[in-house]
């Protein structure tokens, strides 16, 4: 392996947090999803079944 | 007598039960994969990633590439990487135009950076090409870890290190990225690609990440570590149509997990007319099915080895796909003998099937939509449209029902005769399996005058989703009329954004 930069390791391993901080944005997109269908569902429910 | 004719009349209902259940086995195995995605943010290799910057040996193989060599040398020069570990090795598959003497420009300008390895006789696929340049690559001990990617896509810049991290973990043999739509010009078919590659990759091989299993990691940007080259004999498997995918499976098959990094973006130019998306397509599907043979003795056999393909939930997933086009058909045939036979009950099971498709539909196309903001918005038409507006229509009545055949005809003072509703049931009934043929045809007229308003038309109408089905039927036939089973390489034009 080369000889890479303190600093270019700092800001891979910031990079590395800041990516790993980003998958938990999947669940309030998917908290978002959820509760549209479960909004189109009441709607089928209440309304036309 | 009666009893007979009772007890086959039975047995003859629960036969189109299957039938139509078969069509809900894709429909919910897309559902358990959607499902999954979440938990990607607690299931994921970021863990045990370490900022690692191995040298890398980037495999460009290149035929007839002179309008877009250039541009890709350049770019993989900048990229944020470590400037001693990277080299270039851009493999000539004997092209007739200008490729090896631009290639051999970069070689002069960028000595022990750019490299040229030309193969004086080609056309044998990408595989064989790839593999002129691993002999070499593996030839010395320099290399740590081998890109292979196409000529023409282009890595975002912080891509490789974002991908070369994972392998700081000697578990993973290789890693993959999302190769992401990037044409400049963008239409209809574009827009539609873009949104499968956002379902298929960021979503898709996500929950694969936490199934621990790979269907395949993207030929377009595929880094292996050596020690994962080397377990597979030094070389990309040939044979087959599908390289990438058969690499995938030998990788996991010699014990090594495969990553898929969703924030290494990968821009790639993507077919803009049905024909082009057919003849790549055709590829892709032939050599699915060639790679659901090879493997026969792997699927639905959990526990065995030291990979997770056997697992039932890559088993029905894999299948869900490869199989999709039977299972529309084998529904529309039970929903229609229902018919015949006990109405209220195709009424009955027809809702159950389609609304649990329009609640899968929704909610992965809400989750799609979200992942990649930039292809969500330019996109979002043709993810609602995904299936086509016909089917989006009967997901409307399946979940309201007496909205569309009794409350907006009445709107407008009509009403559906009994006749009118028979017809109109059998023609909903039979829409998923005419969709496919809707889809051919869009093809055959597409390259006709007026194609070129009613193709895209008929592709919104009878969905893109039909459209690949079509195609996968077409790689059945092809496969069993054992057709020539030639490398056609997806005609490009440089016209990914820059």
Redesign the interface.
């Known amino acids: 392996m080369n000889d890479t930069t303190r600093g270019e390791r700092g800001e891979a391993r910031e990079e590395l947090r800041r990516d790993r901080r980003r998958e938990y944005l999947l669940i309030p997109q998917a908290v978002i999803a959820l509760v549209i269908v479960i909004a189109i569902v009441w709607v089928r429910e209440v309304f036309f079944v | 007598m009666d009893v007979f004719w009772d007890v086959l009349y039975n047995v003859l209902v629960i036969v189109l039960l299957v039938f139509v259940a078969t069509g809900a086995v894709p429909v919910i195995t897309a559902a358990v994969h959607f499902v999954i995605?979440?938990m990607?943010?607690f299931f994921?290799h970021?863990?045990k990633?370490?900022?690692?910057?191995?040298?890398v040996a980037i495999m460009v193989p290149a035929w007839n590439e002179a309008t877009v060599i250039s541009a890709t040398i350049e770019r993989l020069l900048a990229l944020e990487y470590?400037r001693?570990?990277l080299r270039i090795y851009v493999i000539d598959d004997a092209s007739t135009d200008d490729t090896p003497a631009i290639v051999s420009g970069w070689e002069a300008r960028e000595p022990g950076r750019v490299f040229l390895l030309r193969r004086e006789q080609g056309g044998q696929g990408k595989a064989h090409t790839l593999n002129h340049g691993i002999r070499v690559v593996l030839g010395d001990d320099w290399a740590?870890a081998v890109l292979i990617m196409d000529a023409d896509v282009i890595f975002t810049p912080?891509s490789l290190?974002?991908m070369t991290?994972h392998l700081s973990d000697p578990k993973v043999g290789a890693v993959s990225a999302y190769i992401a739509e990037g044409s400049r010009d963008r239409n209809y078919m574009t827009r539609f690609i873009a949104i499968e590659y956002v379902l298929a990759q960021l979503a898709s091989r996500?929950a694969q990440n936490v199934l621990g299993a790979h269907a395949c990691l993207a030929g377009g940007a595929q880094l292996h570590s050596r020690a994962n080259l080397e377990a597979i004999g030094g070389a990309i498997p040939t044979g087959t149509l599908a390289e990438d995918t058969v690499a995938t499976f030998e990788s996991q098959l010699h014990g090594r997990r495969m990553v898929f990094e969703p924030?290494a973006v990968v821009l790639a130019e993507e077919p803009g007319t049905i024909d082009a998306l057919w003849k790549q397509r055709l590829r892709w599907a032939r050599g699915n099915v060639q790679v659901s043979s090879i493997y026969r003795k792997v699927w639905f056999r959990p526990g065995h080895g030291v990979h997770h393909l056997g697992s039932i939930a890559f088993g029905a997933s894999w299948f869900s796909i490869f199989l999709l086009p039977f299972a529309m058909i084998l529904s529309s045939i039970g929903l229609v003998g229902l018919l015949l036979l006990q109405s209220d009950l195709a009424e009955l099971v027809f809702r159950a099937l389609w609304?649990t498709a329009a609640?899968t539909y929704?909610?992965s196309m809400?989750?799609g939509v979200?992942?990649d903001g930039r292809i969500g918005r330019s996109s979002w038409r043709e993810a609602f449209l995904f299936p086509g507006l016909v089917s989006f229509v009967v997901m409307i009545a399946a979940?309201?029902?007496?909205?569309i055949e009794e409350t907006l005809p009445s709107m407008f003072g009509l009403q559906l005769t009994p006749v009118g509703h028979t017809l109109l049931t059998l023609f909903i009934y039979l829409w998923i399996s005419l969709a496919m043929l809707g889809a051919w045809l869009a093809r055959v007229i597409e390259k006709t005058r007026a194609g070129r308003f009613f193709s895209p038309f008929l592709t919104y109408l009878v969905g893109y989703g039909p459209l690949l089905c079509a195609i996968t039927v077409d790689s059945y036939i092809k496969e069993w009329r054992k057709a020539d089973a030639v490398w056609i390489k997806t005609e490009k034009t440089g016209r990914v954004l820059g």
Request: proline share 14%; no cysteine.
């Open positions: 995605v979440p990607h943010a994921n970021y863990g990633a370490e900022p690692y910057f191995p040298r470590p001693e570990s740590e912080s290190a974002k991290r996500r924030h609304v609640v929704i909610f809400l989750i979200q992942l979940l309201f029902p007496g909205l």
